[in-house]
């Protein structure tokens, strides 16, 4: 009996000690892993901030066969959020939301409502470095009491680190495995490009010869009747304010270059590209399947991260009248973007 009186004693003397070191304990904990990823900006941003693509290189996702997602929002935008539920307590159940979103980070907010209920906040950020990506992936919170308890005996960067690498190492070998482009635009300095034009809203595949032919011979009587010299040392052009990819339409002018900044008369427009550094593509054929190439130039600036600063054009290098064959027609697509040093 007295035995049983000594050890009932030690057991709460136990107890006791566990539950004031419970309190006073600091129950936060943080916890992050990186990886380096040879692969393209875009690539990795959305897969590491859309859920749904999320999901296929998670961790956890390996862990059960019944587990059930629920994607709620717009992906890849703040207040997007999935929801996932299994029978296995490895996985649980809870939600994640995206709680911030910038060009290289994603933050999220955490809720384990299964096995047990806890809250923590986590965060992707990604950071261009020499060999490609560098994706870091992290969260951090705090054990409330008496969970407190629980920090005593486990440390989060053991228990949680091993998921975190397993999971970026996933997210290496998905976007590696990605299609490369060989699309090489270049950057390019170059002037101040004034000009005269013509606006209009069309819908790009319905453009014509006919329709280049009216836009420029009106700008070029007009500039005739006024004398206004052209600028000889570029070509014609068409800047694209607007495009909707659903319909096709644009808000977009015909524009002749020209020396000299020039106001614009009624049913004209003008304007001036200042001088600065351009990213340039070259599209060889004609006209109309000058669209993969748009499309390549959109992934590359995606892929590289580049801020673009203004609106697009594409200038026709070859004058029609003199080469008759469109497929040896060059036309450059250019970009205004920011500088390579950030001025």
């Not at 993969?292 to 594409?314: F, K, L, R, S």
Request: glycine residues 10%; charged residues 20%.
């Amino acid at each position: 009996m007295k035995f049983l009186k000594v050890l009932l004693a030690i057991v709460a003397i136990l107890v006791a000690v566990l539950l004031i070191a419970g309190l006073i304990t600091d129950g936060s904990y943080e916890v992050e892993r990186s990886v380096v990823i040879d692969g393209c900006y875009g690539d990795v941003y959305e897969q590491s901030t859309n859920w749904e693509k999320w999901n296929v290189w998670s961790p956890w996702n390996e862990k059960a066969d019944d587990i059930v997602y629920t994607y709620n929002g717009e992906m890849g935008t703040v207040g997007s959020s999935y929801t996932w539920e299994s029978a296995s307590d490895q996985v649980g159940a809870g939600m994640m939301t995206c709680t911030g979103l910038s060009e290289n980070k994603m933050e999220y907010h955490l809720n384990f409502t299964r096995p047990f209920e806890s809250e923590s906040d986590g965060y992707m950020t990604m950071e261009k470095v020499d060999g490609g990506v560098k994706v870091a992936w992290g969260f951090f919170g705090e054990f409330k009491f008496p969970m407190t308890i629980m920090s005593l005996f486990m440390d989060m960067d053991e228990a949680v680190g091993p998921d975190f690498e397993k999971g970026l190492n996933n997210l290496k070998e998905l976007v590696e495995a990605l299609p490369k482009s060989d699309f090489t635009p270049t950057i390019e300095k170059r002037g101040d490009l004034h000009y005269l034009g013509k606006a209009a809203h069309l819908k790009v595949d319905a453009i014509s010869a006919e329709t280049y032919g009216a836009n420029y011979g009106a700008i070029m009587q007009y500039m005739l009747t006024n004398g206004i010299a052209m600028d000889t040392t570029v070509m014609p052009f068409a800047v694209y304010h607007t495009f909707d990819e659903a319909t096709y339409e644009a808000d977009m002018e015909f524009a002749i270059p020209v020396i000299g900044e020039q106001k614009a008369p009624e049913g004209f427009t003008s304007g001036t590209f200042a001088a600065g550094d351009y990213l340039v593509g070259v599209h060889l054929g004609p006209y109309e399947s000058s669209g993969e190439t748009w499309q390549a130039m959109d992934a590359h600036i995606a892929c590289e991260q580049i801020q673009v600063t203004g609106a697009p054009y594409e200038m026709y290098i070859t004058d029609p009248s003199t080469e008759p064959d469109p497929a040896k027609w060059v036309t450059h697509i250019v970009y205004p973007i920011a500088s390579a040093g950030g001025e």
